[in-house]
Every structure is written in structure tokens, then in C-alpha cells.
């Protein structure tokens, strides 16, 4: 056997796995249960662990065989062509230094690998930095597979061959992850078919939901994962199977607004924003911006309804939940995309063949520069009321929640965010750039007595602070400024390199809504095994496809 078929049956072994360990995460992660509530967050995580051992490792060992046998072949060719005459294609060139080559998100990739590596070497506990804390365990192992699942996945996920990966891995992942959206709506509406709540005291229904856990980490779960099925419905042609993937997004956002987390309508904003810039050079892509609207709104609305007409089953949530569910403002809003949708389609009409936007590029600034002063509009109002600014000045102050950044604001992550950057400004000079150990957070601040007295003083000695509940400031604090940065670079390469790009791969551009998804939504949240590999799984998919079809454009003479 020459080492040309050897690297083939080696890379088609590592492609198995890779695809195996997908097609377990995203059809029978979410819905493995282990001693209901009490044990989910522990059974979730050894889960992952145990299907990440038993098929990213064996995958990383044979990728990296196949390479071997890859670098034996092409030893091999390069003596061969020495004693004859050496004629090198220019696409046949093209297509090795792309395989080879490292993208700006691998780079990225691998530069937050590193930074966790750096800060577990100096870490306060390098065991615990190992693990991470209990309940978490995003400790430098979790970081190490996060990272091995997105390059492997993007490498060696099998997009061909015997087995339809990619269909059998999308109809199980919309099969299960709609199953779970489906169990967490009907119990919004006090239907438990499972039996999950039985023994669960009422008053912790409200915190607790799926097969997922804990809400904050259903949301997490839902938000990240619902980026495919959007994606595939504003990328494919109309027919049944968009019809299919649109009724899968309608449960999903249905879901997203019965989940009652605030950080989820973060999420769906930054969603509709990144579908929104995306569509700013095509009258057809506008059309299915629009389409994404309605039918996000659409899905709100038809829950309010519902929870009207069964108010004795309706599960109490909070404001922001049933005001997008409920409020007449939704109402205009989903009415106003109807007319703009109307409208587009009678301009569209009038254009004939003509479908690019004139001067889509300076819409795209627009919309962007306006974004970004509404964000920093809110934040100067949200400052000047909180210091007392807007009281002096016009006799005008807000005890609103929105308003006003107190130690109590987003559920007392005011407190949470405030401890966390006063904290990092005492650290010494060192720590700040290394941080106190991946997942460390509690373990450093709860081993200083002074930190954990005021910890204690808060949230009473039952309760424990794990993290920042920012996953930015945990990042921060606990990988450093070295590691914030290159967190911050993986969102900023995967969003400027599949939004440049996705146009070559249309599906990659569910990896520049899932990072700009997660971050929005992480900004309020934190890592926990339900949602992070799933970010990496699908930043490794759309690099896939994008990888596969440069290739393929580079075979063709398009270099």
C-alpha cells in the first residue's frame, strides 16, 4: 500500500469520527437526561467528556497519521519528479497551499489555546484550572476539546462518501434540538410529559426547563443551535424544505420567548442584525431578512396568544418576555414588517432582472454606524442616570431596571460586574496579563478571605459566585488580558472572514451569526458545556464548507 492510499483510509477513519462525535452532540446531547434536574448539569458534562474522549482523540490521532502519510507521499513524489522533468500546475499548487494554509480564524483559534494553556502554567490551582470548577468544568480540558472539535471538524468532516453525513447529521439535529424547543414551550405551559417536574417544588419550575437544565443554559442552548436553521432558511431556494426549516425556526423563536431570559432578545437582536448587514447588497436577500422578521414575530405573537387564551396554564414570566409576546408595540412591529415586505415586492416587480441595492455598501455603514451610536446613546443614559447626571441637569431620574446600573441591575450583575473589574484592577501587574487559572474565578476569589467575606456579605453563604456571569470579564479575570484578547479575535475573524466570504459557502454564514450570537449573548452569560462546544462545532462546520469550496474553486482555475 502506497502512502498516498494509506493517507486516504486515514483521513476517511479521522472524518468518521469527527462526523460520529457531531452527530452525538447535536442528536443525543440534547436530549441525554441524567437523574432529571438534580444531576443535569454533572450528566451533560460527562457526556461531552466521554463522547469528545472516545471519538476527538482516536480522530486526532488518525488526522494526524494521515498527515504523516501525506508529508511520506509527497516525499515520495518530489524524489520521483527530481529525475524526470518537474511540471508543477499552478492549481495544483494553489490547491496544497490552501490545504496547508491557516486561516485568520485558525489563527485565532489557536492563540486562545495557547493564552488558556499560559494562565493554567501560572494558575492558582492548576488542578482545579485543570477541571474547572464543579457544576462548570470549563477548565483548560474543556478548552483543549473545544478547540480539537473545531479542527477536526473543519478539516475532516466527511462531506462526502458512503454515508450522507451532512443530511443524516442536519435531520438529527433539527429532529432533536426541535424535540427539546417543542418539551421546553409546553412546559411554559404547564404540559410535563416527561415527568421532568415531578418532585420539583413549584416555585423552581420557573428556573428549570427541557432537557437542558437550568434556564439560563437553555437559552444559551437554544440561541446558539437555532443559528443553523436560520441560516438554511434565508440561504434555501423555496420548496418544502425551507417550508420544513421555517417551521422549525418558528419553534424556536416561540421558544426563545417563553425561556425568560432577557440575554436570549440580546441574541435575536444581534441575529437579525447580522442577517440584516448581510442583506444590504440584494433585493432578494432583503426579502429574506424580512421573511426572518416576520416570521420571529410571528412566532412571538402566535405564544401571546396562546398564553391568553389558556391564562390558567400560561406559566408567569418576566417583563421582557411577555412584553414581546403580548404588547401592542410587537403588534405595530410585526405589522410595519408586513407593509415593508409588501412593499419590497411590488419595488421588486418594478426592477425587473435588476436585484443588487444600489449602493448596498454605504446601507451596510449606515445601518452599522447608526447601531453603533443607538449602543452608545443607551450606555450615555444609562451612565448619566445612574450617576445622577440627568437629575441635575433636568430634573429627571429612572428607577428603571434598564436605566439605572446598581449593584442589583440584570440580577445582580451590576454587583457581579463591579466586584469583577475592581477585583482584576488589584490584581498585580502579572496576573493581569496571565489571569488566576482557566475557570478559576471562585477558587481565587473565595481562598482570599477579605473577597469572600463580601462575596458571603451578598449572596448569603449558601450561594457560591462562580463566575462573572460575563463571559468576557470571566475571561478577563481569568485568562488575563493576553487571553481576553485573543477570545475577543476568535469572534472578530470568524464574523469579518464569513461575513467577506459566505457568498463562495452560503451555510457559512451560520458561523458568523453563531459568534455574533453567543457573544451578544455571553456578554450576559457565561460557558457551560450546553452551549460553548456547540459555538466551536459550528465554527468548524462553516469552515468546512468554506474550506471545500475554495478548494474546489481552486481545482477549477480560480485562484
Known amino acids: 500500500m502506497n502512502w498516498k492510499i494509506k493517507s486516504a483510509y486515514l483521513n476517511r477513519a479521522a472524518g468518521f469520527f469527527t462526523g460520529l462525535w457531531a452527530f452525538l452532540m447535536l442528536t443525543a446531547f440534547p436530549l441525554y437526561m441524567r437523574d432529571r434536574y438534580s444531576g443535569m448539569g454533572e450528566g451533560k458534562f460527562g457526556f461531552f467528556l466521554a463522547v469528545s474522549l472516545g471519538c476527538l482523540i482516536p480522530g486526532a490521532l488518525l488526522a494526524a497519521a494521515g498527515s504523516a502519510a501525506s508529508a511520506g507521499s509527497a516525499a515520495a513524489t518530489g524524489s520521483a519528479a527530481a529525475a524526470g522533468p518537474a511540471v508543477a500546475g499552478s492549481a495544483a499548487a494553489g490547491r496544497t497551499t490552501l490545504r496547508g494554509a491557516l486561516s485568520s480564524l485558525d489563527w485565532a483559534v489557536l492563540s486562545y489555546l495557547a493564552a488558556c494553556g499560559l494562565s493554567w502554567l501560572f494558575a492558582v490551582d492548576r488542578q482545579a484550572a485543570w477541571t474547572g ?29 458512503r454515508l450522507p453525513w451532512e443530511k443524516i447529521i442536519l435531520a438529527g439535529h433539527f429532529l432533536a434540538s426541535g424535540a427539546v424547543f417543542l418539551l421546553g414551550l409546553l412546559h411554559r405551559f404547564s404540559i410535563d410529559p416527561l415527568g421532568i417536574y415531578e418532585g420539583l417544588d413549584e416555585s423552581w419550575r420557573l428556573l ?30 423555496d420548496g418544502w424544505k425551507r417550508t420544513a426549516v421555517g417551521a422549525y425556526c418558528a419553534l424556536g423563536f416561540g421558544t426563545v420567548v417563553t425561556q425568560n431570559s432577557d440575554s436570549a432578545f440580546a441574541a435575536m437582536a444581534m441575529l437579525l442584525f447580522g442577517l440584516l448587514l448581510v442583506a444590504c447588497d440584494s433585493l432578494e436577500r432583503m426579502e429574506r431578512f ?9 412566532s412571538f405573537l402566535a405564544v401571546g396568544l396562546l398564553q391568553t387564551a389558556f391564562p390558567e396554564y400560561a406559566v408567569g414570566l418576566g417583563g421582557v418576555s411577555e412584553f414581546f409576546s403580548q404588547s401592542l408595540a410587537v403588534w405595530a412591529l410585526f405589522l410595519a414588517a408586513c407593509v415593508a415586505c409588501i412593499l419590497l415586492e411590488l419595488y421588486r416587480q418594478r426592477q425587473g432582472n435588476r436585484s443588487r441595492i444600489p449602493n448596498g455598501s454605504r446601507l451596510r455603514r449606515g445601518i452599522a454606524g447608526t447601531a453603533a451610536v443607538c449602543a452608545a446613546g443607551y450606555l450615555l443614559l444609562l451612565w448619566a442616570n445612574t450617576s445622577g447626571l440627568l437629575e441635575r441637569w433636568f430634573h429627571f431620574s429612572s428607577e428603571n431596571q434598564y436605566l439605572l446600573f446598581d449593584k442589583n441591575w440584570g440580577n445582580s450583575r451590576g454587583f457581579s460586574w463591579s466586584f469583577t473589574v475592581r477585583t482584576f484592577g488589584e490584581l498585580p501587574f502579572f496576573r493581569k ?31 457560591t459566585l462562580t ?21 475577543a479575535a476568535m469572534f472578530a475573524a470568524a464574523m469579518l472572514r464569513f461575513g467577506r466570504l459566505w457568498q463562495k459557502a452560503p451555510f457559512s454564514l451560520a458561523g458568523m451569526l453563531a459568534a455574533m450570537v453567543y457573544a451578544a449573548h455571553n456578554f450576559f452569560c457565561y460557558q457551560q458545556v450546553c452551549c460553548t462546544p456547540f459555538l ?9 464548507k468554506l474550506r471545500a469550496k475554495l478548494l474546489q474553486n481552486t481545482s477549477l482555475g480560480d485562484t
Not at 479542527?151 to 466527511?158: G, K
Not at 424580512?290 to 410571528?298: F, S
Open 133 to 161: 470548577v464543579t457544576g462548570w468544568s470549563m477548565g483548560l480540558r474543556s478548552q483543549l476539546l473545544f478547540g480539537l472539535s473545531y479542527f477536526l471538524v473543519s478539516r475532516h468532516f466527511p462531506l462526502s462518501g
Open 208 to 237: 428549570f426547563l427541557s432537557t437542558i437544565g437550568q434556564a439560563s443554559w437553555y437559552s444559551s442552548y437554544v440561541c446558539t443551535v437555532l443559528v443553523i436553521g436560520v441560516t438554511l432558511f434565508f440561504v434555501l431556494e
Open 290 to 298: 424580512l421573511e426572518t422578521v416576520l416570521l420571529m414575530l410571528g
Open 433 to 463: 496579563l496571565v489571569g488566576v487559572g482557566p475557570d478559576s474565578f471562585s477558587v481565587y476569589c473565595y481562598a482570599d478571605p477579605e473577597l469572600a467575606g463580601e462575596l458571603n456579605h451578598f449572596f448569603g453563604q449558601n450561594q
Open 467 to 487: 463566575n462573572a456571569h460575563n463571559e468576557f470579564l470571566n475571561t478577563l479575570f481569568c485568562l488575563g488580558i493576553a487571553g481576553l484578547v485573543c477570545f
Open 536 to 544: 466551536f462545532l459550528i465554527l468548524g462546520l462553516a469552515e468546512r
